[in-house]
């Protein structure tokens, strides 16, 4: 079965510290992945899909095949950044559908 | 653009009434509209999926006589909870996308909270 697990519920890191949320998955087949985020008292939106290859605020995902993850990265963490973040991936087989992580509560701490 | 609002935003209703959640995209013609629950510090489950005039697509587990989904127009779909008890108590998300299935980009609503006394 498709399974994104996100090992880490909490991180705190210090405002200008690089950051590192973990995503790993199971899929039988190329994934489509994605990072969402819910700042505080805002709705989900999407931060970045893997096939975009882009940096968005600062942050990159680089999809990994061989470890089967797609880690949130960030090089210098700002206090705005604090927020919700929940790593996904679209089941194609079966029933589509966005399968979505546990998700990982950053803190950044001024 | 791409907003898509959620009505109420919370309900409180007493057990074994019916209550109605609305779904609208408020500048674009949602196809394929999604309803998700999310229980406290837990993650995002799907709960079904609806296309404009069509029958909404339950995930397994999800009892459709309970939780019936109607997508009327393109820009409205609706969440009712029949009969409902306190183990209905959550927060329901709704999310929108412009085309069919899942490849397109859904924008999410600002959820529900329901509670059930």
């Known amino acids: 079965a498709q399974r994104v697990t996100q090992p880490e519920k909490l991180l705190s890191v210090f405002k200008g510290a690089p950051v590192e949320l973990k995503c790993n998955y199971s899929?039988?087949?190329?994934?489509?992945l994605f990072w969402y985020v819910q700042y505080s008292r805002q709705r989900l939106q999407l931060l970045l899909r893997?096939?975009s290859r882009e940096s968005i605020k600062g942050f990159t995902a680089d999809l990994n095949k061989g470890e089967t993850s797609f880690h949130l990265k960030k090089p210098f963490a700002q206090e705005e950044d604090s927020a919700m973040y929940y790593c996904a991936l679209i089941q194609i087989q079966g029933a589509q559908k966005l399968v979505f992580g546990q998700g990982t509560r950053l803190t950044i701490n001024p | 653009g791409a907003v898509v609002s959620q009505h109420p935003s919370w309900v409180i209703c007493k057990s074994g009434t019916s209550v109605k959640i609305e779904c609208r995209s408020l500048?674009?013609?949602?196809?394929?509209m999604f309803w998700y629950r999310q229980f406290p510090k837990q993650s995002l489950m799907l709960m079904a999926t609806?296309?404009?005039?069509?029958?909404?697509?339950?995930e397994q587990g999800v009892e459709k006589d309970k939780f019936l989904i109607n997508h009327a127009s393109l820009t409205l779909s609706t969440l009712t909870v029949t009969s409902a008890h306190p183990e209905d108590s959550s927060f329901y998300i709704c999310s929108a996308s412009y085309g069919l299935g899942v490849g397109y980009e859904q924008y999410f609503g600002p959820g529900t909270r329901l509670t059930v006394t």
């Open positions: 500048d674009f013609q949602a196809t394929t």
């Open positions: 899929y039988s087949g190329s994934p489509e």
């Open positions: 893997h096939i």
């Open positions: 609806s296309n404009e005039g069509s029958k909404a697509t339950y």
